[in-house]
């Protein structure tokens, strides 16, 4: 096992040693492989990838720690307590968007998926908080590191539709978006961005945990 010494260690080694080329950690410079997990810089708002033991140093969420290790945890919310009203009182241009509280804002903020990346709304926070006190679920989330995903698709003639809503690892929100980014093409991103949404989706649905209201 792996203890704090050790990595500590390696990470004062890694400052004179040379590198090779490869993947490594960002703190102490350890070869990773492509899976590995993530840590978030608080401050920074930065994620960084790192070796296991690394990772382990960051995993206790009561401590006030500079960095914070992402879990990886699958949540399914059904009948989330959003409907299309609620959703443009948040004033976000799509219907695709992923919140998560910043911890050294002291407040939730949200983004959204387009052409260039992942881009921080002007959240309404007097329209978020009445989602929260609706739907108490949304406060399962673990500050910076884990993230609500909402989806509302558009109404049909018919019906009013229902938003999709998951918590997952932040580091997943930031790697659905960043793949959309290479994906769109004009205004609305295109067919391959549509069918990559609904694929996501559909894979959040065989790998989520639900949790009832």
């Given at each position: 096992m792996t203890s704090a010494y050790d990595v500590l260690a390696r990470i004062r080694a890694a400052k004179t040693a040379p590198q090779p080329a490869g993947e490594r950690c960002e703190m102490c410079s350890e070869a990773i492989a492509d899976e590995h997990q993530h840590v978030v810089n608080v401050e920074g708002r930065q994620l960084m990838c790192v070796c296991r033991g690394c990772y382990l140093l960051f995993t206790d969420e009561q401590a006030k720690l500079r960095f914070r290790a992402v879990p990886d945890r699958y949540l399914a919310f059904p009948d989330f307590a959003l409907d299309r009203r609620h959703w443009e009182t948040l004033q976000i241009p799509v219907g695709l968007a992923f919140f998560f509280k910043n911890s050294t804002l002291e407040r939730t903020v949200a983004f959204y998926p387009g052409p260039?990346?992942?881009?921080?709304?002007?959240?309404?926070?007097?329209?978020?908080?009445?989602?929260?006190?609706?739907?108490?679920?949304?406060?399962?989330?673990?500050?910076?590191?884990?993230?609500?995903?909402?989806?509302?698709?558009?109404?049909?003639?018919?019906?009013?539709?229902?938003?999709?809503?998951?918590?997952?690892?932040?580091?997943?929100?930031?790697?659905?978006?960043?793949?959309?980014?290479?994906?769109?093409?004009?205004?609305?991103?295109?067919?391959?961005?549509?069918?990559?949404?609904?694929?996501?989706?559909?894979?959040?649905?065989?790998?989520?945990?639900?949790?009832?209201?």
């Open positions: 260039a990346g992942a881009t921080e709304s002007e959240l309404d926070l007097a329209a978020w908080n009445d989602i929260r006190e609706a739907d108490p679920r949304v406060d399962l989330l673990s500050d910076d590191t884990e993230a609500v995903l909402v989806r509302v698709p558009p109404d049909s003639p018919d019906e009013i539709a229902t938003p999709q809503s998951y918590l997952l690892p932040i580091d997943a929100c930031y790697e659905f978006v960043g793949r959309l980014r290479m994906l769109w093409h004009g205004f609305d991103g295109g067919q391959q961005v549509r069918e990559f949404i609904d694929e996501f989706f559909a894979h959040l649905d065989d790998r989520s945990k639900v949790v009832e209201r």
